[in-house]
């Protein structure tokens, strides 16, 4: 039997109207629902961080240090970063991304305008297919998605950037990264 028998045809195109807007309304409350619960614990201090680095670069820049490479270099390796990290990571995508920082930062002045030329970036979540983003700064990005394990051989060595990552075992990836930035005298 059916259950549309009749009914007129335009009150069909109004059922089917009503019940296309509430499951549009009901996913977009689960759509805000879900982007609330995926943005707690995030950076949310992406314009403090940059206005700082900008400061400190500048104070760099007074004390007549310079850059180490042209500033197209940074603007480059800032989108590069943005492209390994956006969506869903791996391992490979983060060791990417910590490539190009390195390849950039060879001192404190190359990190402060590094994370002045990100600025403040949307990525993409994993998992919301583009649909649910959150605003970083370069330190939150690096802090929040470096966050694989990773094993360093030895045996080929690994280079990221021309550094040569030292063997052992690394719960998060951002560890590579920080014990890098470390010898250079940066605290991520």
């Given at each position: 039997?059916?259950?549309?028998?009749?009914?007129?045809?335009?009150?069909?195109?109004?059922?089917?109207?009503?019940?296309?807007?509430?499951?549009?309304?009901?996913?977009y409350q689960?759509?805000?629902?879900?982007?609330?619960?995926?943005?707690?614990?995030?950076?949310?201090?992406?314009?403090?961080?940059?206005?700082?680095?900008?400061?400190?670069y500048e104070?760099?820049?007074?004390?007549?240090?310079?850059?180490?490479?042209?500033?197209?270099?940074?603007?480059?390796?800032?989108?590069?970063?943005?492209?390994?990290?956006?969506?869903?990571?791996?391992?490979?995508?983060?060791?990417?991304?910590?490539?190009?920082?390195?390849?950039?930062?060879?001192?404190?002045?190359?990190?402060?305008?590094?994370?002045?030329?990100?600025?403040?970036?949307?990525?993409?979540?994993?998992g919301t297919?583009?649909?649910?983003?959150?605003?970083?700064?370069?330190?939150?990005?690096?802090?929040?998605?470096?966050?694989?394990?990773?094993?360093?051989?030895?045996?080929?060595?690994?280079?990221?950037?021309?550094?040569?990552?030292?063997?052992?075992?690394?719960?998060?990836?951002?560890?590579?990264?920080?014990?890098?930035?470390?010898?250079?005298?940066?605290?991520?």
């Amino acid at each position: 039997m059916k259950t549309t028998q009749g009914i007129p045809t335009w009150a069909k195109g109004v059922i089917a109207v009503a019940v296309t807007g509430g499951a549009v309304f009901i996913g977009y409350q689960i759509y805000k629902v879900l982007k609330k619960a995926l943005d707690k614990g995030k950076d949310d201090t992406p314009k403090e961080t940059v206005s700082a680095a900008a400061s400190d670069y500048e104070n760099e820049l007074r004390k007549g240090e310079k850059l180490s490479f042209p500033q197209s270099a940074y603007a480059a390796s800032a989108e590069a970063i943005v492209k390994h990290l956006n969506g869903c990571e791996t391992l490979g995508s983060e060791l990417s991304a910590i490539g190009e920082v390195i390849k950039v930062v060879k001192k404190p002045i190359d990190w402060y305008y590094l994370t002045k030329v990100f600025g403040e970036k949307d990525v993409a979540d994993c998992g919301t297919w583009g649909f649910v983003k959150t605003r970083y700064s370069l330190q939150g990005l690096l802090k929040e998605q470096l966050d694989t394990f990773a094993l360093i051989t030895p045996t080929p060595p690994t280079k990221l950037g021309g550094y040569v990552v030292p063997s052992g075992y690394y719960s998060d990836s951002v560890e590579i990264l920080q014990k890098y930035l470390k010898g250079i005298g940066i605290t991520l």
